[in-house]
């Protein structure tokens, strides 16, 4: 059974993309209290916290992808097919009998690849699979937040995120937070272990286009045909 991509983007997905800026406290740009943080915190502190971002803890099918020069990416590994997280693929149901634990094979731009269709699918129907890293944390709106505020908090390793409240947002909301990455399907000729080289263009405001490169280990679990996302590395680290 076979789908389609319909686009590499958030499509207005609820929850926030992470960016790796130094941020401001208020959409209007001003600095104002910019030293002012979230408290981190895991999720049995969560409950007394109060306003926080609050670490999901670790995806298995998620790994840090590594920044490598264009001459290097020959050989540094086989080359694999990547998308700007979230990819949206939409996949017809099966009507016969199915393994829904081995998912089905749609048809995308990479070449085919194995999804798992939601527990609830119904047969004969259209279902729409959302393709990306799980979110990383969960941030709860503080007092006189609202939308389009900008949130601050600092991660384990010091990297400085900044993030957006959703439109319709108000102070004791929550919304997810994912990280930076690219959906990479996995080659036929690759396997758990092994590292696959992937590329992402980006378009700045001034000059031509810039395609980055990177190496990632396919991680343990994935299969050919499946896929997993590379968490992209902070922007000083890319395009080395």
């Given at each position: 059974?076979?789908?389609?991509?319909?686009?590499?983007?958030?499509l207005g997905?609820?929850?926030?993309?992470?960016?790796?800026?130094?941020?401001?406290?208020?959409?209007?740009?001003?600095?104002?209290?910019?030293?002012?943080?979230?408290?981190?915190?895991?999720s049995?502190?969560?409950?007394n916290?109060?306003?926080?971002?609050?670490?999901?803890?670790?995806?298995?099918?998620?790994?840090?992808?590594?920044?490598?020069?264009?001459?290097?990416?020959?050989?540094?590994?086989?080359?694999?097919?990547?998308?700007?997280?979230p990819?949206?693929?939409?996949?017809?149901?099966?009507?016969?009998?199915?393994?829904?634990?081995?998912?089905?094979?749609?048809?995308?731009?990479?070449?085919?690849?194995?999804?798992?269709?939601?527990?609830?699918?119904?047969p004969?129907?259209?279902?729409?699979?959302?393709?990306?890293?799980?979110p990383?944390?969960?941030?709860?709106?503080?007092?006189?937040?609202?939308?389009?505020?900008?949130?601050?908090?600092?991660?384990?390793?010091?990297?400085?995120?900044?993030?957006?409240?959703?439109?319709?947002?108000?102070?004791?909301?929550?919304?997810?937070?994912?990280?930076?990455?690219?959906?990479?399907?996995?080659?036929?000729?690759?396997?758990?272990?092994?590292?696959?080289?992937?590329s992402?263009?980006?378009?700045?405001?001034?000059?031509?286009?810039?395609?980055?490169?990177?190496?990632?280990?396919?991680p343990?679990?994935?299969?050919?045909?499946?896929?997993?996302?590379?968490?992209l590395?902070?922007?000083?680290?890319?395009?080395?």
């Amino acid at each position: 059974q076979f789908g389609r991509v319909v686009q590499g983007m958030n499509l207005g997905i609820p929850g926030a993309m992470a960016v790796r800026t130094i941020g401001v406290n208020r959409s209007s740009g001003d600095a104002g209290d910019s030293d002012a943080y979230l408290p981190v915190v895991t999720s049995e502190e969560h409950s007394n916290a109060g306003a926080a971002a609050q670490y999901l803890g670790p995806d298995p099918f998620s790994v840090p992808a590594e920044a490598i020069f264009a001459s290097e990416a020959q050989a540094a590994g086989v080359q694999a097919w990547a998308l700007p997280a979230p990819v949206m693929i939409q996949i017809g149901v099966p009507t016969g009998n199915w393994d829904k634990e081995q998912g089905i094979i749609a048809k995308g731009p990479g070449g085919p690849i194995r999804v798992k269709l939601p527990q609830d699918a119904v047969p004969g129907s259209m279902v729409t699979c959302k393709l990306g890293p799980k979110p990383e944390y969960r941030i709860q709106v503080p007092p006189g937040a609202s939308q389009g505020y900008m949130l601050r908090f600092l991660k384990a390793n010091m990297e400085d995120i900044t993030v957006q409240v959703p439109q319709g947002l108000q102070p004791g909301d929550s919304f997810d937070v994912v990280p930076p990455a690219l959906v990479v399907r996995v080659p036929e000729t690759a396997k758990a272990g092994d590292y696959v080289v992937i590329s992402q263009i980006t378009r700045g405001v001034e000059g031509p286009p810039k395609e980055d490169f990177f190496k990632v280990c396919v991680p343990e679990g994935v299969q050919p045909m499946e896929h997993f996302a590379a968490l992209l590395p902070p922007p000083e680290m890319e395009g080395i």
